[in-house]
T-cell receptor, first 115, second 118 residues
Framework: DAMVIQNPRYQVTQFGKPVTLSCSQTLNHNVMYWYQQKSSQAPKLLFHYYDKDFNNEADTPDNFQSRRPNTSFCFLDIRSPGLGDAAMYLC??????????????FGPGTRLLVL | AQKITQTQPGMFVQEKEAVTLDCTYDTSDQSYGLFWYKQPSSGEMIFLIYQGSYDEQNATEGRYSLNFQKARKSANLVISASQLGDSAMYFCAMREPSGNTGGFKTIFGAGTRLFVKA
């Protein structure tokens, strides 16, 4: 089945130790998004790619970076994780980035724990 | 100011009963989309239903329907015949033009946790 896959589902890292979360999609969608969701809160958009064009949200900390080497894969790099970065990280895709109708399809998320 | 407001942090409903989850939104754009997502404890956000700002009819998808009151800027989700598997977090979201990128951006509400009682 076509889907959005995130690995790993659970990630434990140490304070300050770089960590990479991965996302892949078989939907062949142009747009890939990364959201951060803290406990009992709404997902917060960190950035998105339209093809290879990177769009960073104004309030996304510099500690968060992303790479999209090809259409199918997108990575979230956290350079120096702090305790406040512990959260669920959701990857999503959509066919296009414009238009009100575009539905986003989400992966199962990676729950990050920072020790 | 909040763009998407979900005033019910938690809701209880008896199995097989209907339940309405409230959502109000704030936008000055004419073209926008409204979505509802379900998030079970496993974490995955599942798309449920969509309503476009120009759609005159309320959207329906199986047991889900969206009560769209444009003048009131509300987009309430109605779940009929609740099932135990409906217990989850429900997010209302709005997709509107984003001034920064020229595209559209999706904004989520804080969510409502629904508990279905047997």
């Amino acid at each position: 089945d076509a889907m959005v896959i995130q690995n790993p589902r659970y990630q434990v890292t140490q304070f300050g130790k770089p960590v990479t979360l991965s996302c892949s999609q078989t939907l062949n969608h142009n747009v890939m998004y990364w959201y951060q969701q803290k406990s009992s809160q709404a997902p917060k958009l960190l950035f998105h790619y339209y093809d290879k064009d990177f769009n960073n949200e104004a309030d996304t900390p510099d500690n968060f970076q992303s790479r999209r080497p090809n259409t199918s894969f997108c990575f979230l790099d956290i350079r120096s994780p702090g305790l406040g970065d512990a959260a669920m990280y959701l990857c999503a895709t959509s066919r296009e980035s414009s238009g009100p109708r575009e539905t986003q399809y989400f992966g199962p998320g990676t729950r990050l724990l920072v020790l | 100011a909040q763009k998407i407001t979900q005033t019910q942090p938690g809701m209880f409903v008896q199995e097989k009963e209907a339940v309405t989850l409230d959502c109000t939104y704030d936008t000055s754009d004419q073209s926008y989309g409204l979505f509802w997502y379900k998030q079970p404890s496993s974490g995955e956000m599942i798309f449920l239903i969509y309503q476009g700002s120009y759609d005159e009819q309320n959207a329906t998808e199986g047991r889900y329907s969206l009560n769209f009151q444009k003048a009131r800027k509300s987009a309430n989700l109605v779940i009929s015949a609740s099932q135990l598997g409906d217990s989850a977090m429900y997010f209302c979201a709005m997709r509107e033009p984003s001034g920064n990128t020229g595209g559209f951006k999706t904004i989520f509400g804080a969510g409502t946790r629904l508990f279905v009682k047997a």
